[in-house]
């Protein structure tokens, strides 16, 4: 999105816009009211949890924006939101089109990585010339162990943004060694990937259908997650445990929230100051925060069905025709559900513009 003159990028601590700090604005519409703040459910001024502050699911009800939102004093980018008549929803002020050229080389490095890499060297080096001189076992540990290089810098990229002093990424109100829940999420998949391949690689004739299975199993891990944490909103059980920027004992926000946060904070390039921006954003927005709902489910059961989906055909079809739809499948319907993603998001944000307008002309 285009950068509103509505938010201020302050390191300061945030506080009352008085009106010499506001934005230039008709004599009618100037007010001296304090300016709405950013505030997680849940977190008390110093960024933890305040069992005394009462606090309302941003999810339930009727209302179009949340009550009374006040400050908290997080490092490193403060952001002081000066249009107290919310005339429009408050913008993250983050855009993909600046982001197109970087998000093409990633994954372009990822497919090459994940996909071309791990099929090339099987069938190269097992229908190849040096199948003479390599067993099978040998075939398998080269090809595993080249695999994922792209995803494994990647993820320590990630770490020393989030652990490093200052960073400017950081999740609000946490301590550096947190990180954030995309990236715990992360480490768990690979944890049970590795497994996959080590225990894959070590026979001597290694069963190719579970060398198959890295794919899918990475993809049934983030959707039951993403649907868990769902249906736990949606019993109101408070958060079990911090979920980035949501403290623990915080109302539950639809499961990939957080996916959304941490990707556009860190890898997006956003930093702390997205994070506070898509905190007002969600807790303004009904239409918003529904739209979320709706991607949490439409990631969830489709990441889900897809690993089963291929689970059955990698164990029933012929072991080479098994290994290639265990490499490419999951990365095919997620650039297909990427590409349905795109312009549901983008209507969605025009409808919610359009109905905020008509909420505010018929106020």
């Known amino acids: 999105m285009a950068t509103s003159a509505n938010f201020t990028p302050s390191t300061e601590p945030l506080r009352p816009a008085t009106p010499t700090e506001l934005t230039p604005t008709p004599p009618?519409?100037?007010?001296?009211?304090?300016?709405?703040?950013?505030?997680?459910?849940?977190?008390?001024?110093?960024?933890?949890?305040d069992p005394s502050r009462p606090t309302t699911p941003s999810g339930s009800g009727n209302a179009s924006h949340a009550p009374s939102l006040r400050g908290a004093l997080y490092p490193h980018t403060q952001v002081v939101f000066t249009d107290a008549d919310f005339n429009q929803p408050p913008p993250l002020n983050y855009s993909l089109r600046t982001?197109?050229?970087?998000?093409?080389?990633?994954?372009?490095?990822?497919?090459?990585?994940?996909?071309?890499?791990?099929?090339?060297?099987?069938?190269?080096?097992?229908?190849?010339?040096?199948?003479?001189?390599?067993s099978a076992n040998a075939v398998f540990s080269i090809s595993t162990a080249l695999l994922g290089t792209v995803s494994i810098v990647e993820y320590f990229i990630r770490f020393i943004r989030l652990w490093r002093k200052n960073s400017n990424c950081r999740v609000i109100g946490a301590q550096r060694h947190y990180l954030d829940w995309f990236h715990w999420n992360l480490s768990v998949g690979w944890f049970f990937v590795m497994i996959e391949l080590i225990v894959g690689t070590c026979p001597h004739n290694p069963p190719i259908r579970l060398l198959a299975m890295p794919a899918p199993t990475m993809c049934f891990a983030i959707g039951c997650e993403l649907l868990l944490v769902d249906l736990l909103r949606y019993m109101k059980v408070p958060a079990p445990c911090r979920i980035s920027?949501?403290?623990?004992?915080?109302?539950?926000?639809?499961?990939?929230?957080?996916?959304?946060?941490?990707?556009?904070?860190?890898?997006?390039?956003?930093?702390t100051e997205f994070r506070q921006r898509l905190n007002l954003r969600y807790q303004a927005s009904k239409e918003f925060r529904e739209m979320l709902h709706r991607l949490t489910l439409f990631w969830?059961?489709?990441?889900?069905?897809?690993?089963?989906?291929?689970?059955?055909?990698?164990?029933?079809?012929?072991?080479?025709?098994?290994?290639?739809?265990?490499?490419?499948?999951?990365?095919?319907?997620?650039?297909?559900?990427?590409a349905i993603t795109i312009p549901w998001v983008q209507r969605s944000l025009k409808h919610e513009y359009e109905q905020w307008t008509e909420a505010k002309w018929k106020a």
Not at 104 to 132: A, E, K, Q
Not at 245 to 261: D, F, K, Q, T
């Open 28 to 49: 009618q519409t100037l007010r001296t009211q304090p300016s709405a703040m950013l505030q997680v459910p849940g977190q008390g001024l110093d960024g933890t949890t």
């Open 99 to 134: 982001r197109k050229k970087a998000i093409f080389w990633f994954w372009t490095l990822i497919i090459l990585d994940c996909v071309f890499m791990p099929i090339g060297l099987y069938f190269g080096m097992w229908y190849g010339l040096t199948r003479d001189q390599l």
């Open 245 to 271: 920027s949501l403290p623990m004992g915080a109302p539950l926000r639809p499961g990939i929230y957080a996916y959304v946060e941490d990707i556009c904070a860190v890898d997006g390039s956003g930093g």
């Open 300 to 338: 969830g059961f489709g990441a889900v069905t897809i690993a089963a989906v291929c689970a059955a055909i990698i164990f029933t079809i012929q072991r080479d025709a098994a290994y290639v739809v265990g490499w490419t499948v999951p990365f095919i319907w997620a650039g297909v559900w990427t």
